[in-house]
């Protein structure tokens, strides 16, 4: 395990680890073992990865080209912070158990429930219309004009309201002429049916005072028609961004007629895709005392959230094109700050693009780059804790699971 603090032996803030030289070994030896500070609130966690992967198209724009920006003066790959984060939300969920909401304009998944419970599905759908509507979010035809983003223990909150008011909501059958009110008025702040529904509106009203999902409490929440849902994210993603110069290729592809006769020469199909490759650098940064508020407290389930951000970010990808280019390319470098005073993206260490080439490798340049800039910042911002840092290298020192226990054993104490 790679560990470094800003501090000196004695205690007092100093210049950082000077990092790996260009053979990949650190300069000077570094303790195995974390000693971690008691960290209780206020704590910013920052993420550093540098990830390079194969010929891909992971994250398109509207034209269905990779997505990429200009940085240093030419031209980068780009993967956006949406991609990751979704990609982060899922594996956060599907691999590591991390309670997590969902994103849908289905009418919030509210008629299941009511199903489940007894009612039947004409009834379910046509109550939670009405609510929906008498709550001012805005439908069209059976979906909501948004998307709702919604715990599932608001879902069950949601679903218990309608039940409370379901005598007091319209009849499914007069509530489907009742709910084309909203789409009449456009896609503005919603309105209301008439119908009165006080549990309901009440339910509306709390859904942003208890939050038990870990991603919208990572990502925060923002609804314009029910301002009371939003919810103040509790991390920061960076676009992902290439250290170097990139310029997309172009796939031309074509498809065979397998029952195609012996006499037609063509292609059954033919197309293009366009493609890259590139090293990419990601930051993040975790607010924890945030975290914990939209969290109501519940530090036990911040801590969690924290570590399963930190891993799902060092394993999950974007699903794009995977079919067929699998660019399923771990990280290279791994770093972790927990508890600088200043949060610090290293992005500007590839303002100047890094060297590409015969023989040179993009991976240990960027690696080069970023731990050098990191030094030189520390070393100008000196009279600030820039925490403690932890990091692993593919081919070099440290591990995974070195780190995130090291990242648990910080945040312990957590409140």
């Known amino acids: 395990m790679t560990c470094s603090t800003g501090r000196t032996l004695s205690g007092a803030t100093g210049p950082a680890w000077p990092g790996p030289t260009t053979t990949g070994a650190w300069t000077t030896p570094r303790p195995t073992t974390p000693t971690p500070r008691g960290r209780t609130t206020n704590v910013n966690i920052e993420l550093h990865i540098l990830q390079n992967f194969a010929p891909s198209c992971l994250n398109r724009d509207d034209t269905n080209t990779p997505k990429s920006c200009f940085f240093g003066g030419v031209p980068r790959a780009r993967i956006s912070s949406q991609c990751f984060k979704r990609a982060i939300r899922l594996h956060m969920r599907d691999a590591l158990s991390i309670p997590t909401g969902v994103r849908t304009r289905q009418l919030a ?15 379910a759908v046509g109550r939670t219309k009405q609510a929906l509507t008498a709550a001012g979010v ?15 223990d608001e879902v069950e909150r949601l679903a218990a309201a309608i039940v ?3 005598d007091a909501l319209v009849p499914p059958e007069e509530a489907e ?15 209301k049916s008439g119908v ?18 870990a991603d919208i409490a990572l990502y925060g929440r923002m609804m314009a028609e029910t301002t009371n849902m939003n919810v103040d994210a509790a991390c920061q993603v960076a676009q992902a961004i290439s250290t170097h110069r990139v310029d997309n290729e172009e796939d031309f592809f074509t498809a ?29 940064l975790v607010e924890t005392s945030q975290l ?40 290279s470098f791994v770093q972790v700050v927990v508890g600088a005073d200043l949060p610090m993206s290293l ?59 090291a990242l648990e054993a910080e945040i312990k104490e957590l409140n």
């Open 347 to 405: 992005a500007n260490a590839f303002e100047t693009p890094v060297a590409t080439g015969y023989g040179a490798s993009l991976v240990q340049g960027s690696i080069d780059a970023l731990t050098s800039y990191q030094q030189a910042l520390r070393t100008a911002y000196d009279n600030i804790d820039h925490g403690d840092t932890y990091a692993f290298q593919v081919g070099g020192e440290g591990s995974q699971a070195a780190l995130l226990a």
């Open 109 to 123: 998944g509210i008629p299941q429930v009511l199903v489940a419970q007894g009612f039947s599905l004409d009834d």
């Open 256 to 284: 065979v007629d397998d029952l195609q006769p012996a006499e037609d020469t063509g292609a059954g199909m033919m197309g293009h895709q366009e493609f890259n490759s590139a090293c990419f650098y990601r930051y993040a």
């Open 196 to 213: 009165e529904a006080p549990a309901v509106v009440e339910a509306f009203k709390n859904l942003g005072n208890k939050i038990g999902s």
């Open 177 to 191: 002429g009742a709910a084309e009110a909203p789409k009449a008025r456009g896609r503005g702040k919603g309105a």
């Open 138 to 152: 805005g439908l069209d035809a059976d979906r909501t004009l948004v998307g709702l983003y919604l715990a599932a």
């Open 164 to 166: 409370t008011d379901w």
């Open 292 to 331: 914990v508020s939209n969290l109501n407290g519940d530090t036990e389930l911040a801590r969690r959230t924290i570590s399963a951000f930190v891993r799902a970010s060092i394993e999950a990808r974007p699903s794009a094109k995977q079919n067929s280019h699998a660019a399923q390319n771990p990280p």
